[in-house]
């Protein structure tokens, strides 16, 4: 019976300790190791905007870092063909900032939560939202 307790214990810690060694990515420069995940990420919140905002975004890129299995982007939208930015005038919008929680689900990256132009600070408390991410995603 002690050995399968002991069993056990070894098997948590050794789990512990892999998700503790969960490396801190960032993605805010691309590089040729990143270029395939994080082009991927970027278009699913660009799809996202350009649902929303019928026009096409590019962006520049302000932070971008990965934890596991979740990912925090924050950064400046700009039209893909030079024009400026055409927001509705019935809704108070804040130019041109964007940021998006990304998070993995069965090995596929999603948008979690997002959000662009707001006047509001509407990521406030979003650590304690999803207490499973890395903090160190959000610094």
């Known amino acids: 019976m002690k ?5 056990i214990g070894i098997i ?3 789990t512990l300790g892999v998700l503790a060694d969960t490396p801190l990515l960032d993605y ?3 590089t040729k190791s990143n270029e395939k995940e994080r082009t991927y ?3 699913l919140l660009r799809a996202n905007l350009s649902n929303e905002f019928k026009q096409e975004f590019v ?3 302000e932070h971008f ?3 596991g299995d979740y990912a925090w982007f924050r950064g400046t939208a700009k039209r893909k063909d030079g024009k400026e930015i055409s927001l509705s005038e019935d809704i108070p919008y804040d130019c041109c900032h964007v940021e998006a929680l990304f998070k993995k689900v069965n090995g596929k990256w999603q948008i979690s939560e997002s959000g662009a132009f ?3 600070v509407w990521w406030d408390g979003i650590q304690s939202r999803y207490p499973k991410a890395n903090k160190e995603i959000f610094q």
Request: proline share 0%; glycine share 0%; charged share 25%.
């Open 41 to 43: 990420l970027l278009d």
């Open 118 to 120: 707001s006047t509001d």
């Open 59 to 61: 962006f520049v890129v």
């Open 28 to 30: 805010k420069t691309k």
């Open 3 to 7: 050995r399968i307790f002991y069993s």
């Open 12 to 14: 948590l810690i050794l």
């Open 65 to 67: 870092r990965i934890s």
